[in-house]
């Protein structure tokens, strides 16, 4: 790969092709691509790095799908499985307000996902969304993957886009990325056999975007797909944020095999890693924003993600289920002094962000 004729082409609005990210996955000069990517995100960001004072809530882990890569679902009745009530979650969101006289300042974002529980309806997650803003005026719901939209269209019968709207007039502000683990058909029956196809996730993504709902996007590898699989993910991806420009931030999220019912994965390699995160930087070029998920890479290898193309690392996160009943042995949450303190060593300048990547704060 020619590095300096490519960076000529990028830099001049020129468009990475698939043939180009399928050699880049795979390059030995993995200087010269993080180099690369770091320009170009700096270009966009300058030397911010993003993070968010966020808590992340799971309400259940019963679900209907259990797809073979995830280590954090059960059926009903199984050991192990469990449903919050309301009540529970919004004492969960009293204690992340500070009252209780913890460190941490109070949070400005839930980010809320489950399994598919019949039993968590339409009507369950109105008032769960309502229950919480009250008890944290101002805060952002951040809630529900596409999959999981799906699920209560199918359940209630209601259209997607009135599902939407009914959650939206409830508290939903935007959506997660979550549910798009690989787009190409042939691996994601593999994968997760019962889950809706790609095609679906991303008109159900369309369908928000045109709501006026922003989300972000994710993809997981590692597992059982090719490069040539990842790239096509990510072509679908800059198709459809063409379209809509609804995508607030890419997620490359690496697969953990551990209790998973994918017996043949290795555990990711960093360099894998950081060649995903870089190439994710240079191919979407309309992404404003990458995030290297802490939990998920590591701490310290989300910390050399920002030099590979990340301008953003998520947040404090508070409590972590679906990583860590997969293997990860990342902590399960981070003071706003750790993770400033993390970026400030990575020669970046961290940067407080809403949901909607407003910033809130400079730390110079
Ligand atoms: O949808 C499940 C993935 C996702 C495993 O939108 C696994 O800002 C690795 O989407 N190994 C949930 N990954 C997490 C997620 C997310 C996280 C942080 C920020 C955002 C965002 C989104 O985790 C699932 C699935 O793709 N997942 N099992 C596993 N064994
Ligand atoms: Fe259910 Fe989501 Fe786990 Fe699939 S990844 S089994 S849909 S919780």
Same mark, same amino acid.
């Given at each position: 790969?020619?590095? /300096? ?10 468009r ?26 700096? /270009? ?44 529970q ?17 109070p ?20 008032e ?11 805060v ?12 209560l ?10 599902i ?5 007039d409830?508290?939903?502000d ?16 593999l994968l ?26 994710t ?49 990711v ?13 240079l191919y ?9 998920y ?6 310290k ?12 690392l ?6 972590e ?12 949450a ?6 400033t303190?993390?970026i400030?060593?990575a020669? /970046? ?16």
């Amino acid at each position: 790969m020619d590095f /300096k004729e490519l960076k000529r082409k990028l830099s001049s609005g020129g468009r990475m092709s698939d043939a180009e990210a399928v050699e880049l996955l795979q390059t030995e000069d993995i200087f010269s691509l993080g180099e690369l990517a770091n320009s170009i995100c700096e /270009k966009r960001n300058r030397k911010f790095v993003h993070f968010i004072r966020n808590r992340h809530i799971n309400p259940g882990n019963i679900c209907i799908n259990r797809c073979k890569f995830c280590a954090f679902s059960r059926s009903a009745g199984e050991k192990g499985a469990y449903a919050y009530t309301i009540p529970q979650m919004v004492d969960m969101a009293r204690a992340s307000k500070g009252s209780t006289g913890r460190p941490q300042p109070p949070v400005s974002e839930f980010h809320i996902v489950g399994g598919l529980n019949p039993d968590m309806g339409v009507d369950f997650y109105s008032e769960l969304f309502r229950a919480l803003k009250k008890e944290v005026p101002g805060v952002t719901i951040k809630a529900l993957t596409a999959v999981e939209i799906d699920y209560l269209s199918r359940c209630s019968g209601i259209k997607i886009k009135k599902i939407l709207e009914i959650l939206r007039d409830a508290g939903l502000d935007s959506m997660p990325g979550g549910g798009a683990e690989i787009f190409r058909q042939k691996v994601r029956a593999l994968l997760c056999p019962e889950k809706i196809d790609g095609k679906k996730w991303l008109n159900i993504m369309e369908t928000a975007h045109k709501t006026g709902i922003k989300t972000t996007a994710t993809m997981l590898f590692g597992h059982l797909e090719s490069f040539g699989d990842r790239v096509d993910h990510l072509r679908r991806l800059r198709a459809l944020q063409d379209k809509t420009g609804g995508f607030l931030a890419f997620i490359p999220l690496p697969f953990h095999p551990k209790n998973t019912g994918i017996k043949d994965a290795h555990p990711v390699s960093g360099l894998d890693i950081l060649r995903t995160v870089a190439v994710s930087r240079l191919y979407l070029d309309n992404f404003d924003h990458i995030k290297a998920y802490w939990i998920m890479t590591g701490e310290k290898l989300a910390q050399t993600c920002l030099l590979f193309g990340a301008d953003d690392l998520d947040g404090t996160v508070i409590e972590e289920k679906i990583a860590h009943d997969a293997g990860a042995e990342s902590k399960k949450a981070m003071t706003v002094e750790e993770i400033t303190g993390m970026i400030k060593k990575a020669g /970046k300048t961290p940067v407080e962000r809403d949901t909607f990547y407003r910033r809130l704060k400079v730390w110079e």
